[in-house]
Each structure stands twice: as C-alpha cells, then as structure tokens.
Nanobody
Framework: QFSLAESGGGTVQSGGSLRLSCVAS????????IGWFRQAPGKGREGVSC??????YYADSVKGRFTISRDNAKNTVDLQMNSLKPADTAVYFC???????????????????WGQGTQVTVSE
C-alpha cells in the first residue's frame, strides 16, 4: 500500500524559503518517481517538480528557485523552495505511481497515489 504525507508548509513573506518533505509509508521512495504538484484556489493542479531514477524536472515558473532531492535515509523526497513569490501560494502535494509518466510530463492524472497536501502561503 502506498501512503504519502507532506509536511513543511507554512506562511512566509515574499522572498522567503520553505522546505517541504514527502515521506512514504509502506514502500521505499528511492525506487519510485515522485512528483510535486500544487493547486491554487480556483485553479487546476499543476506539476511543479519531479524526480525519477535518471533525471529531475522543474516547471518554468519555479526553475532556479526550487530544488528537489531525495533523502534515502529518511525515506523522503524534499522540495527546497527559495525566493518564494505570492504566485507560489497553493496547496502542495506529492504523488507517485507504479507506472509513472516521464518526469517532464507534469500530468497529475498519471499519478494514482497522493498525499493530503500542505498549505504554502506567501505574503507580499
């Protein structure tokens, strides 16, 4: 059974940083592609970043500001978010699948297993 949980969200001022973690229960994250997605109020869920066994992916809107990484000792995939902007305000989710798409697809419909999300709010 695939169980994911996100943590690390909060409220920061514009220009600040947050580090989100996606922790797995029941399976080893290092063996799976993990995607980070976000959903702002009134908008659809969009791909933010992804890490597979061979590459990483970042949406253009976060490239150069966000960094995805694995911590295999903790069984987590982390998303370091720097230089945050109000436009980054959203609920952030991590997701995985037993047959994931290529990382750069950014397609939330291709992932079956999701965490509950963590709120990130960036104020002016």
């Amino acid at each position: 059974q695939f169980s994911l949980a996100e943590s690390g969200g909060g409220t920061v001022q514009s220009g600040g940083s947050l580090r989100l973690s996606c922790v797995a229960s029941g399976f080893t994250l290092s063996a799976y592609t993990i995607g980070w997605f976000r959903q702002a109020p009134g908008k659809g869920r969009e791909g933010v970043s992804c890490i597979s066994d061979s590459n990483t992916y970042y949406a253009d809107s976060v490239k150069g500001r966000f960094t995805i990484s694995r911590d295999n000792a903790k069984n987590t995939v982390d998303l370091q978010m720097n230089s945050l902007k109000p436009a980054d305000t959203a609920v952030y989710f991590c997701a995985t699948d037993t047959d994931p798409p290529p990382c750069d697809s950014g397609d939330p419909l291709a992932y079956d297993y999701w965490g509950q999300g963590t709120q990130v709010t960036v104020s002016e």
